[in-house]
């Protein structure tokens, strides 16, 4: 079957390390995964008061969630934890209450950094927010990539065999683990 991914990159920066890893991905990607990059950079900060009607943008973010049938995380580790950024636009798909676009949404994780725990405590905690969303999350392979000058070209070229075969691997597994999750119960949304 053919499966719809939206990824979200968590650095905005034009000159991202983890926009670069994203874009390898997609290149690396199994046929049957259609990748497509979920934009979160114009999202205002979140607050509950938006519930009762959620701005025209937060409502397009939410639509490009319900499209998709996976996500994909591609971050940055900011101080330990992920980037505000990335929280915030996690926080406006998880609400209003009963509206969580992320039940029962596969998801997996992985990020760059230019150090050399590779994003391992940022993705730590992206899962426990993902757990409380009740996103199932691909648990295995994990992807900790310490992030070396020319390791990846702008478009997404890996410079570095082992890496590419990882990568590729890393993808086809995540899209084993996409049709396992809806062919037993299905996303909510
Ligand atoms: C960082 N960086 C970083 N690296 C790391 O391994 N652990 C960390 O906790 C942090 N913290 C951190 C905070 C802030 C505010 C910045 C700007 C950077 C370094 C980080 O890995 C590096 O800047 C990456 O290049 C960021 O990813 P992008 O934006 O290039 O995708």
């Known amino acids: 079957p053919q499966f719809k991914v939206g990824y979200l990159i968590g650095s905005l920066s034009s000159q991202s390390i983890n926009r670069k890893l994203a874009n390898a991905l997609v290149k690396l990607a199994p046929s049957e995964l259609t990748m497509t990059e979920i934009s979160f950079k114009d999202l205002p ?24 049938q996976a996500i994909l995380f591609v971050t940055p580790e900011y101080n330990r934890s992920i980037p505000g950024g990335l ?22 994780v992985i990020g760059a950094s230019t150090g050399a725990i590779g994003t391992a405590v940022a993705q730590q905690s992206l899962r426990s927010v993902l757990s409380f969303c009740n996103s199932p999350q691909m648990n295995a392979p994990e992807a900790y990539i310490q992030f070396k000058p020319d390791l990846i070209t702008d478009d997404g070229e890996v410079t570095v065999d082992s890496t590419r075969d990882f990568l590729r691997q890393y993808m086809a597994d995540f899209g084993v683990f996409i049709e396992r999750v809806h062919s037993v119960v299905p996303p909510l949304h």
Not at 45 to 68: E, G, H, L, S
Not at 87 to 108: C, E, L, V, Y
Request: proline share 7%; glycine share 2%.
């Open 45 to 68: 900060i979140y607050n509950r008061d938006f519930d009762a009607d959620y701005p025209q943008v937060a409502r397009d973010f939410k639509q490009a969630i319900a499209n998709v």
């Open 87 to 108: 929280k915030n636009a996690i926080d406006w798909a998880s609400r209003p209450w009963g509206q969580n676009s992320f039940t029962r949404k596969p998801s997996a």
